[in-house]
């Protein structure tokens, strides 16, 4: 009886969709959070409106970012691995100098949808670009609307708060912000509401978890001024941030069509407690864990929710799944490196419509996996079914093992050199911000 009750409403759900409405689309991107942060999948600490969000959606086990931030935008933002975009490493561009993402030589998915008739608005933390000193880049990049911290600017100390007091930029006006989370928020939320008659994409790269931690909102209670507290702290406010958006678009009357999309930027730049074990910090480690992050996406018009899905994903996938629902046609001379999830979030049991291994790169060190084992560009080889922490060298017992190295390899060796980075000076390795 579920089961038809299920196709039902995923029959009526096609039947809208496929009458012309195209849904709306919510990119959330969480900043330092990995799995050993999110309840739902086996963390200590609560995020209930998360929790909620993957009740209502599909929960993915295997999703893989770039490790550190920056990178992990400019992938997200044009669908190509860092090998091609040339963004290897966490580069600051309003602190470091440069020219930073060009929309000259890219074309973002967020270009891409407005092209396609979406009202497009970006809030969060920018960075890829100096908008104080290039007032429009985020127009050119495709955003219509933004409510940005742009990072902190080389020779302006009062841009160097991120979350309390701090310098923000809304639609090129600069002002302080009390607490620049709730702002931010507030202001997606009001386009959201402004554009719920058309089709509209919000990127949403939170501020939240990232350091340096503040605490939050005033008039609260607020732990000691201890790092590991704050962060604690922040990854709650981020948590009822999520749940205020949601309820936002729920209360608009917009659930039934908008896809939202939840996941994190890189992994925890904390230690924490994954399925009742202790979970080291991860981020910018060239491991399975300093780039496998949560991924959440709640799809009604797709997909009844409550699932758990195994299926591969990596950053590369979010540019062609957003324009297949954009329906969009792709774009001559771009290269995408992903694959749409849409057959995914139906639940397709068909491997040839789904991916069977993902990528990710931090400087000259790529590593690639598919359900079973990882394979990194200086020959370390692992069983992460067996070994998740990558401690332990593959049984010599294991006879599946050596052809699913060479394939990995194979992978490895077929794609091209790194591209010239799109900035100018490199940072150090230990600069993983």
């Not at 580069?91 to 000259?104: A, F, N």
């Not at 407690?273 to 496998?292: C, E, F, S, T």
Request: proline letters at 6%; one cysteine or more.
């Amino acid at each position: 009886m579920k089961t038809l009750i299920a196709i039902l409403i995923l029959s009526v759900a096609s039947t809208v969709t496929a009458a012309g409405k195209r849904p709306g689309i919510i990119l959330m991107m969480v900043d330092d959070m990995g799995r050993d942060r999110v309840s739902c999948y086996g963390a200590g600490h609560q995020t209930p409106h998360i929790d909620r969000l993957a009740s209502q959606g599909v929960r993915y086990e295997t999703a893989w970012c770039t490790g550190v931030c920056t990178p992990t935008r400019v992938t997200l933002l044009t669908g190509q691995y860092p090998f091609r975009h040339g963004w290897t490493r966490h580069y600051d561009v309003p602190h470091q100098g440069g020219e930073g993402l060009s929309w000259k030589k890219f074309t973002t998915v967020a270009r891409a949808l407005r092209d396609a008739g979406y009202a497009t608005a970006v809030g969060g933390a920018w960075q890829i670009n100096h908008p104080g000193q290039q007032p429009q880049a985020l127009r050119e990049h495709g955003f219509d609307e933004h409510c940005v911290w742009t990072g902190v600017e080389a020779g302006r100390p009062e841009t160097e708060q991120r979350v309390r007091n701090g310098r923000i930029m809304t639609n090129g006006r600069r002002h302080t912000a009390a607490y620049n989370p709730d702002t931010v928020n507030s202001f997606l939320i009001d386009f959201i509401r402004r554009q719920k008659n058309g089709p509209f994409f919000v990127y949403y790269p939170l501020q939240l978890a990232g350091g340096p931690h503040a605490t939050g909102p005033p008039n609260r209670n607020h732990p000691p001024e201890e790092k590991d507290a704050l962060y604690v702290e922040n990854v709650t406010d981020m948590d009822q941030l999520v749940g205020r958006l949601v309820a936002a678009v729920d209360t608009a009357g917009l659930r039934d069509n908008t896809l939202i999309v939840l996941t994190g930027g890189n992994s925890s730049a904390h230690a924490g407690i994954l399925n009742d074990k202790p979970y080291r910090k991860g981020k910018g480690r060239l491991a399975d864990q300093g780039v496998h992050v949560p991924l959440i996406v709640r799809a009604p018009f797709l997909t009844p929710g409550g699932r758990v899905s195994r299926d591969l994903v990596d950053f590369t996938d979010f540019y062609p799944t957003f324009l297949d629902l954009a329906k969009a046609e792709r774009l001559e001379n771009v290269i995408l490196d992903g694959r749409s999830l849409v057959a995914s979030l139906r639940g397709s049991e068909d491997p040839f419509e789904k991916r069977n291994w993902i990528y990710s790169q931090r400087g000259e060190s790529r590593m690639v996996r598919d359900w079973h084992y990882i394979l990194d560009s200086h020959g370390n080889f692992h069983d992460l079914l067996k070994d998740p922490l990558q401690q332990s060298t593959v049984s010599p017992l294991d006879k599946i093992a050596p052809g699913r190295r060479a394939r990995l390899q194979m992978i490895l060796d077929r794609f091209p050199k790194d591209e010239k980075a799109p900035f100018s000076g490199i940072p150090s390795e230990s600069d993983v911000r």
